[in-house]
């Protein structure tokens, strides 16, 4: 249907185009509508998204179907290889983990254990039971090699770490050929929960160098599992001894294995009209996806994301359709970004600034959308303003258009840090002024309840329109943004005052 309309409307053009030559901001920005707006954040917020989580085919759906939207506006492409998907890579770990106890309880994986370094152990590792108290040099007088060894150590809250003493002594272990070593140390309730997550059995990681895939399996036991094993908790006062269990034999088969998966980003890109600035790119940008679905939940168990951040995600295409229209289009030229990852820590907006469409020095600002489907019918938050003079030009844009009923107000939360918290903030790290469009969270925000029925697709739609005619603005102005002198300072070099 549609593309049957597109030849069609093709033949009738040049008559319409002779009688009117341009498409003016009006017509451009009539194209976003609440309807618009609202089947879109329908569509990506649909169960059968799953949640988008990073990575899933429910994520590599959306990027597909932007990736089409893109290219039936007519963007360019912006991505890998002449396409509008930019894949970051990620490392796949699957885990399993028994501890076979005879003479005790056995030890649950990921609840009292966890493996935290060393190799698989597919056929069980076993041998004699030893165990190691007190502190001091271990020497060579110890029976370790094809031991068991449950090691007592101390925990440094502040280096999050084992102190380096606990560490020196688990080297020494590690290097006389044990079967394998478990650590007794009296990790903190926090670290503990951030450990055993660690050992769920499939998960997704970015930046991860493997740790030795080499030496013993090495176990950390929860300091209630290491009291529950011996009778007591074992500590490390006094001279280091060692001595032999007997009754309580201890097997452990770790499976461990790790591979190459990848993420998308979506990269359209729209040629500005002027020959030199068309040189220089405003970025718009919001994350496609969210933190996907739980199982063995009763009741609603797929987390939509309507507002976080299906609403966001279609406010960059409805940009994208609005600017594509625009003739002449606007000097600078735009790129529209949609990336992943963002739950799991700005994933994909840290690959995209690291490895950007074009040069970084030629990003000359960007606008983010996260959350602005909810809330206040008449307000958007908008952080950053006070870092460059992006805030000024805001003001005076949103100053112009009344019409819209919209005022982009200050950040009023600043103990939040949101400035931190979304894909601007790896643009602004690398030097580029940003603006933070954000209606702030709600009871619904991370939770399964975050649904379509529940976006204002009337306020929203008047939101991205705002969103249009800053980026118009900036795009056409003779100069690039420019930053607050003592803002730059702090955010982009570093420097502390
Ligand atoms: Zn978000």
Redesign the pocket.
């Known amino acids: 249907m549609k593309r049957l309309f597109a030849v069609w409307f093709a033949l009738v053009l040049p008559l319409a185009a002779a009688a009117q030559s341009t498409t003016d901001l009006n017509q451009a920005v009539s194209s976003i509508t609440p309807d618009d707006v609202y089947s879109r954040v329908a569509l990506l917020a649909h169960d059968s998204m799953m949640g988008r989580d990073t990575p899933s085919p429910g994520l590599d759906l959306t990027a597909e179907y932007i990736a089409a939207e893109f290219r039936r506006i007519g963007l360019q492409p912006g991505g890998d290889n002449g396409t509008f998907i930019q894949r970051y890579p990620l490392t796949q770990i699957h885990s399993a983990l028994e501890v076979a106890v005879e003479g005790g309880e056995d030890l649950v994986a990921g609840r009292d254990v966890v493996q935290v370094d060393g190799a698989a152990a597919q056929h069980g590792a076993t041998g004699q039971t030893v165990l190691i108290t007190g502190s001091g040099e271990l020497g060579n007088r110890f029976p370790i090699a094809g031991s068991v060894v449950l090691v007592a150590a101390n925990y440094d809250p502040e280096r999050r770490n084992l102190t380096e003493e606990s560490q020196r002594l688990l080297a020494a272990i590690a290097d006389r050929d044990p079967a394998a070593v478990f650590i007794l140390a009296d990790y903190p309730d926090r670290i503990w929960r951030f450990f055993a997550r660690m050992q769920r059995p499939n998960q997704v990681v970015r930046g991860y160098v493997p740790s030795s895939q080499q030496g013993p399996p090495v176990l950390a036991v929860s300091p209630s599992a290491a009291v529950e094993l011996l009778g007591m908790a074992p500590s490390t006062d006094g001279d280091l001894a060692v001595r032999e269990i007997n009754g309580l034999s201890i097997t452990v088969t770790a499976n461990r294995t790790v591979s190459e998966t990848s993420a998308p980003n979506v990269v359209g890109i729209l040629e500005g009209s002027d020959p030199e600035l068309k040189n220089e790119y405003i970025v718009y940008s919001g994350?496609m996806d969210?933190v996907g679905f739980r199982s063995g939940v009763t009741g609603d168990s797929i987390f939509n994301?309507a507002d976080?951040?299906a609403s966001?995600t279609v406010g960059i295409i409805e940009l994208a359709e609005a600017y594509a229209m625009l003739e002449p289009r606007p000097k600078r030229s735009m790129i529209f970004l949609l990336v992943s990852g963002?739950?799991r820590g700005l994933w994909g907006s840290d690959h995209f600034a690291n490895n950007p469409s074009v040069p970084v020095e030629q990003l000359v600002a960007n606008f983010n959308a996260?959350?602005i489907g909810r809330n206040w019918a008449d307000t958007i938050v908008v952080i950053g303003k006070e870092h460059s003079d992006l805030g000024a030009t805001m003001n005076r844009v949103n100053g112009e258009h009344p019409e819209l009923g919209m005022t982009a107000i200050d950040d009023i939360w600043p103990n939040e840090r949101f400035y931190y918290r979304?894909d601007h903030y790896k643009f602004a790290e690398k030097g580029v002024p940003i603006l933070f469009f954000f209606n702030g969270v709600h009871e619904d925000y991370h939770r399964a309840s975050d649904e379509v029925e529940k976006i204002d697709a009337e306020k929203m739609s008047r939101i991205v329109k705002l969103m249009f005619y800053l980026g118009v603005e900036v795009a056409n102005a003779p100069e690039r943004p420019k930053w607050d002198p003592d803002s730059y300072d702090r955010i982009v070099k570093r420097v502390t005052p």
Request: charged share 35%; hydrophobic share 10%.
């Open positions: 994350h969210h994301g976080d951040n966001g963002e739950e996260d959350m979304s």
